[in-house]
T-cell receptor, first 111, second 112 residues
Framework: KQEVTQIPAALSVPEGENLVLNCSFTDSAIYNLQWFRQDPGKGLTSLLLIQSSQREQTSGRLNASLDKSSGRSTLYIAASQPGDSATYLCAVSQGYSTLTFGKGTMLLVSP | DVKVTQSSRYLVKRTGEKVFLECVQDMDHENMFWYRQDPGLGLRLIYFSYDVKMKEKGDIPEGYSVSREKKERFSLILESASTNQTSMYLC???????????FGPGTRLTVL
C-alpha cells in the first residue's frame, strides 16, 4: 500500500528565507504528484501538479521537483513571506484519480 | 476558475440522525470525491464517483453512502450519525482520470 511521508512535520523560518519541504512515497508507480496548501479550518488549495513524466513545475515563487525513481518530491519556496504560513500537503495519484496524502508540513513564517 | 462548494461550513447533529452533506462543482468535472480529515490521521478517501450514478468505495466507506444523480452534485450520507464521525469533510472534483483535484471549503461536522 502506498505511503506518503512529509518531513519536517513543522517548520518555523524568518521572513525572506528560501525553504524546502520534502515528500517521499513508497511506491514509485504513480501517475502524478500534487502539492496543496491548507489554511487553518479551510479547504485545500492546489499549488502544483507534476505528471510522472515531468521533473519539475514552477508557479511564481514555488518550484516543485519530482524524482519518481527514488520516490521523492520537494517543494521550494523562494523569499518566504508571512502569508505563506499554512500547512503544505503532498499527494500522489496511482489510478482511478484517487490520491494518497501525506500528513503535511506546518509552516510558520515570522515577520 | 473551478469552484467547488459545500452546503454547510459547520454542522452539529445528534447521534442517530441521518445527515446529508452536499457538494456542487461548476466545471463539468467527471470525477468527484469525499474525504475526511482528522488530526494525526490526515486525509482519507471515503467514496468517489467517476460518472453519474457511479460510485466506488474508498479507504473508509463504513457508515457512509453517497449519491450522484447529476454530474455537478455529489452527496455524502451518514445513515445514522455516530460520535466517531465528528470530523472535517472535504469534497473535491477533477476533470478526468489523474487530473488535478480541486477542493471545496470543507464542512466541520460535530456529532453529539
Amino acid at each position: 500500500k502506498q505511503e506518503v511521508t512529509q518531513i519536517p512535520a513543522a517548520l518555523s523560518v524568518p521572513e525572506g528565507e528560501n525553504l524546502v519541504l520534502n515528500c517521499s512515497f513508497t511506491d514509485s508507480a504513480i501517475y502524478n504528484l500534487q502539492w496543496f496548501r491548507q489554511d487553518p479550518g479551510k479547504g485545500l488549495t492546489s499549488l502544483l501538479l507534476i505528471q510522472s513524466s515531468q521533473r519539475e513545475q514552477t508557479s511564481g515563487r514555488l518550484n516543485a521537483s519530482l524524482d519518481k525513481s527514488s520516490g521523492r518530491s520537494t517543494l521550494y519556496i523562494a523569499a518566504s513571506q508571512p502569508g505563506d504560513s499554512a500547512t503544505y500537503l503532498c499527494a500522489v495519484s496511482q489510478g482511478y484519480s484517487t490520491l494518497t496524502f501525506g500528513k503535511g508540513t506546518m509552516l510558520l513564517v515570522s515577520p | 476558475d473551478v469552484k467547488v462548494t459545500q452546503s454547510s461550513r459547520y454542522l452539529v447533529k445528534r447521534t442517530g440522525e441521518k445527515v446529508f452533506l452536499e457538494c456542487v462543482q461548476d466545471m463539468d468535472h467527471e470525477n468527484m470525491f469525499w474525504y475526511r480529515q482528522d488530526p494525526g490521521l490526515g486525509l482519507r478517501l471515503i467514496y468517489f464517483s467517476y460518472d453519474v450514478k457511479m460510485k466506488e468505495k474508498g479507504d473508509i466507506p463504513e457508515g457512509y453512502s453517497v449519491s450522484r444523480e447529476k454530474k455537478e452534485r455529489f452527496s455524502l450520507i451518514l445513515e445514522s450519525a455516530s460520535t466517531n464521525q465528528t470530523s472535517m469533510y472535504l469534497c473535491a472534483s477533477s476533470l478526468g482520470s489523474n487530473n488535478e483535484q480541486f477542493f471545496g471549503p470543507g464542512t466541520r461536522l460535530t456529532v453529539l
